[in-house]
Structures are given as C-alpha cells and as structure tokens.
C-alpha cells in the first residue's frame, strides 16, 4: 500500500490561512448576530428618545416593494394642541452604514420645535435586511421607501409640508425627493416638500474608479470584508475605521459614538447598498436610477442649506462648492441675486466663519460663479474604507411655487421678501473648518453649532413658526404674574454669587413682595453692604419694571434700562449694544471705588473692593445669561464652555433653553466665515 504524500508547506500554509479566515468569520458573524438580537431587545445604548419613540412597521412603495419590518421614530410636538396644526413635519434621512440614531443629538432640540420623522433603512440599526431582492436597495427605492412613510404620518387633511434633513447618503435620497426634475417626480406626487437640508452631502455621481471598486465587491462574501474591518479597527477610539470618519482632531465622547456605529454597521448591508446603486459591467443602466449629479441637484427649487466639515475625507467641501455652482448659473429663466446679513464689525469679527454662496465679487459678469472656497484647498472626493464609505446619493422633485411662511396664526401667510425671482428659493451653505469632518450632526464639537445655524435657517427662510421664540410667545396666554408665574418666580434664587467678576445674575424684583423689592435688595446686595456687592442694574426685560427704581437710586445703585423681547435670543446688534453699554459703566468711578470712599463703611473696607454690575430679565437664566456669557467671551477672553460653565455655576442651572446655547455656540465657536445668502 503506497503512503500518501506529506502536504508540502505551502498547501500548510493556504489551508491554515484558509482555516483561519473562516473561524474569524464565523466568529465574526456569532457577534454580528447576537449584536443585532440584543439590539432587538433593546440595547442598552439606543437614545432614550428613541426608546420611547419607536415603532417598528412594514410599508409596501408605489413600485410594489414591501420591507416588512423598519423601525420608525417619529415624535409629535409635545405642544401640539396649543400650537397650530399645520406646523411643517422635518424628515431625518440617514447615510450609508448609518443610522437614524445618529440624529440624536439634532432631534433632542428639534422635537420641541416641529413634529419630526426617522426610519432606519433596511438592514440598518433596528430594520430587517429584508426583502432579498438587490432593487429595493437602489436610491429611488430608498426614495420611494421615505416618501411612504412620510405618506403614513403626514397630516394630509391640513396639507402639512415637509422639510427634509439628510446627512451623506441620506442627502442622495433627499435630493431625489426635493429636485423638480427628478427621474421620480413622474410616478411620486410630491408638492409638500418646503426646504430641503443637506448635512455632508456628494454632489456627482459615483466616478470610473469608484465604480471599478464597488464592482471589485459585487462577488466578495460579507464575512471577508467582516474581517478586513476586524483588521481596520486596531487601535480602538484610535483606529483608522474610527478617524477616517470623525477626523484626527475628534474628542473621545466623538470616537465612542463613531466605534459604536461602526460596530452597528453590517457589512452584507454596506455592500447591498453599494452594489444595487452602481450598475454591474455592461448591465443596461437605463433600467437604473443612477446616483444624482447636476441635473438633479440643479432641479432643487426649494431653501437649500448645505454644510460639511473641511476635513471631511468621503464628501468634502469641493462637493457643495459644485451644487453651489449649478444652482447658481445663469439661465435663461433663472437669475441669482445676494443678499448680505447685517452684521456688526463687532459681531462680525466673532461670527463663526461661514462660507454662505456666490458673494458679489464671486460672480462673474455673466451670472456663473467663481471658486467660493478660496480659504479651504479642494479636495478630490474617496469612497475610503468602504464601511464603509458613506457616498452619497441624490434626485427628485419640488414643485415651481414659493414656499409659504406664517406669522402668529396659521391663516396669515406671507412671502419671504428676500425672494424676488421666478424659483424664490435661497441658497446657503456653511463649511466647518478642520478638524470638522464627516460626523458633523453628531461630533459634540460642532453639533450645537451645527443645530443652531439650521434652526435659524428653518425660522429664517422656511417658516418662522419653526422658531422656539416664536413658539414660546405663541405659548404664553397670561401675564408674566399670574399665580403660577408668581411661584416660579418665588422658587428662584434672587440674586448670584459674582459672575467673572463683574456681573450678578438677578430675577426682577417687584415692590409688593417682602423679601425681594428694591429696599430689600440694597439691604442686602448693595456694594455699599458687601465688598462684591451690586453698584449698577441692567434691566434687560421688555416690559416697565414691575418695582420703582427710585428705591434703588435713593440708595446710590444707579438703574439702566435695556429693553429686549423674552424667549428670543438676543440679536447680533443687542449684544454689540449691551457690551457697549457694560463697557461705559465700567468705566465709571463707582464700579472701582477707593478704599476711603466715604459710602462704604468703615467694617468693609479691610475686604478688597470689587462693586458688580446686577443684570436681570424676568428670572436672570436665559436672555440674562445670554448676555453676559457674550461679554465674557468678547470682552473677557473665556472660551465659550468656560463662560457657559461661569454662568451654570453661580446661576445654577444656567442658561435653560437648550437653543439660546445652540446660538451662542453658532457665534462663539468654529471658525466659519460668513459672506452671505444667495437668494435665486
């Protein structure tokens, strides 16, 4: 009997490494599903918000494809019986490998302004990858899947519009939904679609070589990409898989987000997605919708605010510069007009630096624009690491009219005046500098910022019933001292500790209460009481004080009124006007008296003396602390945080209304430059 042969090394060799990948990938899909059964449970990560928010349902499309099982966030606005019913709905669309999670962070504000949709797509997060088939994973059916949810929850009865929020791939599918020259507008009715969002968006489509890739992935098996991203994530909150999305400059919370998404991420979905979008080698691409490029991004006749990080590696900002540049050539019926935002020297100079299209000088004589970048190099576009990398997608329809805005009530309707021509729709755009990359709506260096300039942009140029203010003050049906004003206004502390040593936050005082009116208050809080004490008031509420400040006068604290409006953030040239004001009366002698003023007593002078200036609107939190975080980080060099963390710690809790930070972030932080609107 003739002995086999010994393998040789080489054969070893193969078929340990063979062995090898396949442990690895069986390990590797072990954990991918005990991730997704535990997800399915409820994995202790979801956002509370989203806990309580979500469905799971099955929606069949107009082209007759059924996902049997997506997860729907959708969250009415907690005020919705006192608010008008036809306020717009805000649609979150999610990118590739992603989530509608990822949104967490934008939707904890936007829920108590305007009632707000999000799905998972199929495969991702908490959806079923289902159904098999690779066409309902294109970007039209992914288009197709939004607008029938939208369908389900929009209120059709008071015809109730839309404005889509997309991020990367999601920013594809929007333009889909809001471009009037859609390849879908045939077989969609979409005439809600108001303004339209796109956070790290890709203008063209997929190039040569990116196709070459994905085609290069139509044939590999999910479980060896599984453990190329095994091999991409060493390093931890350090790894490339980690940095290549959030930027080498990401904070540690930014890295934890970014990993747990990366781990949620399945790589059957990724490339599902990718192969389904990108037409194989010689297949007949007529029958596909491709990713949008120009026709479709230049059919987009609604607001359209684009932003993105200028180090973002999948999208960067060279891709909004060219949606900027075919939405603002010259047509022969559509002709482009800027409109500059006021703006202090002052304010102007703190601004984040925002890059908002085609400035005058960047128009050429024949209406085309120029490079608006000229401050961040253009970048050429990567699909990276292919988990993997969030293309983006984009096409579809909006009708010709102007979008509606409101005032107080939902009957009075009137046109944007800064709309003048045929399309009446705006154009902005704002780069966030380096280290700013691909997580934006989600990196906690630049979400508030980011939160921020899209609120202002939804009051400002969609419909200003989107603004808190304007909620609030709808909201408000009684006097500010009604019986339960009067106990909120009892319960808070009357005046702080000094604040960078130079402001007391105070509540208004009123003459009919015993503890806190005007002789009460000089008794206690006087610089003529206590070395720290309060030398001057700024009442910054609108209203007549509800005291008589002859009483604090009598006793030498000098009164200024600065009248502003209540639930509103204060305005660029209120905050100029304030700081200015602050600046005079610290310059006056009583704000540094001397150790022999003879107004001080004789017990006080061994203490060094430091009079402050007392602020208040009606409880000295919000419009109060808005103003004087301003003048710390303008007049007193604090970085921003540090001012907020001033305030919180001597007023506690701070400032309360989560936009009035989200505004201060948008001036405070970042380095955007600001050029103004394009107005179409």
Not at 4 to 10: D, E, I, K, L, T
Not at 97 to 118: E, I, K, M, R
Not at 286 to 304: D, I, M, N, Q, Y
Not at 442 to 465: M, N, P, Q, W
Request: aromatic letters at 8%; glycine letters at 6%.
């Amino acid at each position: 009997m003739t002995r086999s042969a010994a393998p040789s090394g080489w054969t070893r060799g193969v078929l340990s490494a063979i062995l090898g990948l396949t442990v690895v990938g069986a390990w590797q899909t072990t954990k991918r599903v005990a991730s997704i059964t535990s997800a399915k449970r409820g994995d202790a990560s979801e956002p509370g918000l989203f806990k309580k928010q979500s469905t799971f349902e099955s929606f069949t499309t107009q082209s007759g494809t059924t996902y049997p099982r997506i997860r729907v966030f959708y969250h009415p606005h907690p005020q919705a019986g006192k608010l008008p019913k036809n306020l717009p709905l805000l649609v979150f669309i999610h990118g590739l490998g992603g989530t509608a999670t990822q949104f967490s962070s934008l939707l904890t504000g936007f829920v108590n302004v305007a009632p707000c949709l999000a799905i998972d797509l199929p495969g991702c997060g908490l959806s079923d990858f289902k159904p098999d088939d690779p066409k309902a994973y294109t970007t039209a059916a992914f288009a197709e899947l939004i607008a029938a949810a939208i369908d389900r929850y929009r209120n059709k009865d008071d015809n109730q519009q839309v404005v889509l929020i997309g991020h990367s791939m999601g920013c594809s599918i929007g333009a889909l939904l809001a471009s009037s020259i859609s390849s879908l507008q045939a077989r969609l009715s979409i005439n809600y679609i108001i303004a339209f969002i796109a956070i790290c968006p890709k203008a063209n489509p997929p190039s040569e070589r990116e196709a070459v890739m994905v085609n290069r992935l139509r044939w590999l098996p999910a479980f060896v990409l599984d453990i190329m991203r095994v091999f991409d994530r060493r390093g931890g909150l350090n790894s490339t898989s980690v940095t290549r999305v959030v930027g080498d400059g990401a904070d540690v919370e930014t890295r934890k987000l970014q990993q747990r998404y990366n781990r949620q991420s399945r790589s059957a979905v990724v490339l599902r997605f990718l192969t389904a979008s990108i037409p194989a080698p010689g297949r007949d691409t007529r029958a596909v919708v491709s990713w949008p490029g120009k026709e479709t991004w230049s059919g987009v006749k609604v607001p359209l605010f684009l932003l993105t990080g200028e180090a973002d590696k999948f999208n960067p900002p060279d891709q909004i510069e060219q949606i900027v540049r075919w939405l603002t050539e010259k047509t022969a019926d559509v002709s482009s007009q800027h409109v500059s935002e006021d703006l202090t020297p002052t304010a102007a100079e703190q601004r984040p630096r925002e890059i908002v299209g085609a400035a005058p000088d960047q128009l050429r004589p024949d209406g085309q624009q120029t490079d608006i970048a000229d401050d961040a190099e253009a970048r050429p576009a990567t699909t990276g690491d292919m988990h993997l990398g969030q293309l983006g997608l984009s096409n579809q329809d909006r009708p010709a009219e102007a979008p509606e805005r409101h005032r107080n009530d939902s009957t009075h309707v009137i046109k944007d005046d800064q709309k003048s021509t045929k399309h009446n729709f705006v154009l902005k755009t704002a780069i966030f500098p380096a280290p700013a990359a691909h997580g934006l709506m989600y990196d906690t260096s630049t979400v508030r910022t980011t939160s921020g300039l899209i609120a202002a942009f939804l009051s400002k140029h969609v419909d200003e019933r989107l603004s808190p203010g304007w909620q609030l003050q709808h909201l408000t049906t009684s006097g500010k001292w009604d019986v339960k004003n009067l106990k909120k206004w009892q319960s808070v502390q009357r005046c702080s500790d000094p604040i960078a040593g130079v402001f007391r936050a105070m509540k208004t005082m009123r003459e009919v209460d015993d503890t806190h009116n005007p002789t009460e208050f000089v008794k206690q809080y006087s610089y003529k009481v206590i070395p720290d004490g309060v030398a001057m008031i700024v009442d910054i509420s609108h209203e007549s004080p509800v005291y008589d400040p002859k009483g604090l006068e009598d006793a030498g604290v000098e009164y200024h009124k600065f009248p502003t409006v209540s639930k509103l953030p204060p305005t660029l040239d209120e905050v100029a006007h304030f700081i200015s004001l602050i600046d005079h009366l610290r310059r006056s002698p009583k704000i540094t008296p001397t150790q022999s003023d003879p107004d001080i007593p004789a017990n006080a002078a061994a203490k060094p003396i430091h009079p402050t200036i007392g602020a208040h609107c009606h409880y000295g939190f919000n419009r109060t602390g808005f103003f004087l975080v301003s003048y710390c980080v303008e007049r007193l060099g604090y970085k921003l945080q540090d001012a907020l963390d001033e305030f919180a710690a001597k007023r506690a809790p701070g400032i309360k209304h989560e936009y009035f930070v989200n505004e201060l972030y948008v001036r405070y932080t970042g380095n955007l430059q600001r050029r103004g609107t394009v107005v179409n």
